[in-house]
């Protein structure tokens, strides 16, 4: 397996608070990105980093912020949390584009 | 709208049946992959196909490209309960570094 750990994996939170989930990977990939998954809706990009401080919006990007620090830490913010980013949040790692993605095992985050 | 279509939406079936799926788009891709999600994990990738009118297989998966590079299916034979999960493609485009995702198909297959 592709070493990518997610933490928290699970996580409660009350609408207006700050949240940080974080992605930790050990196999020196370039690229790294952040998906929500909801039902009916698949996999959705929120950001992706094409190296260390390089980073761009994917689709769903409002509400988020990133940063990467580090080659292997990806760190999703969610400045003031709102009910409607209740989801799964998946990171996923890959080595360039058109390659295979490697995917975390989620955190999932409600949002009371 | 999703610019990757993957139907059926869901599919129940009972063990030993065949089935396909698909993933349709009206753009074109320089490649796919699909993937296979178990619940409360990520995605795993099954296979990544590349060239027009390309097939692979995968035990009894077979997956297929279209000629035209905008569409795949996935062809299950002698469906069995560990082919259960929610099935996902997913496309490159050219045009863009981020991979392009169907909303999925989840398959149920009934022992």
């Known amino acids: 397996d592709a070493g990518i750990t997610q933490s928290p994996r699970h996580k409660v939170t009350e609408t207006g608070t700050p949240v940080t989930l974080r992605c930790h990977q050990t196999?020196?990939?370039?690229?790294m990105y952040w998906y929500r998954q909801d039902p009916g809706h698949g996999l959705r990009l929120i950001h992706y980093?094409?190296?260390?401080?390089?980073?761009d919006k994917g689709e769903v990007s409002d509400g988020y912020s990133v940063s990467r620090s580090k080659t292997e830490d990806f760190l999703l913010t969610l400045e003031s949390a709102t009910s409607s980013q209740t989801s799964v949040y998946f990171c996923?790692?890959?080595?360039?584009?058109?390659?295979?993605?490697?995917f975390g095992q989620g955190t999932r985050l409600t949002v009371v | 709208t999703q610019l990757l279509e993957q139907s059926p939406q869901f599919l129940s079936i009972q063990e030993g049946e065949n089935l396909t799926v698909y993933c349709n788009s009206s753009?074109?891709?320089?490649?796919l992959q699909w993937y296979r999600q178990e619940p409360g994990e990520g995605p795993v990738l099954l296979v990544t196909?590349?060239?027009g009118g390309e097939v692979k297989k995968l035990k009894r998966l077979t997956f297929q490209f279209g000629d035209a590079r905008k569409d795949s299916s996935l062809h299950i034979t002698a469906a069995q309960p560990g082919d259960t999960g929610l099935y996902l493609c997913?496309?490159?485009?050219?045009?863009?570094?981020?991979?392009?995702w169907g909303a999925g198909t989840k398959l149920i297959i009934k022992p």
């Open positions: 996923a790692i890959s080595s360039g584009v058109n390659t295979e993605a490697f």
């Open positions: 196999e020196n990939h370039r690229y």
């Open positions: 997913a496309g490159f485009m050219d045009s863009n570094y981020q991979l392009i």
């Open positions: 196909v590349v060239t």
């Open positions: 753009s074109v891709f320089s490649s």
């Open positions: 980093s094409y190296g260390v401080k390089d980073t």
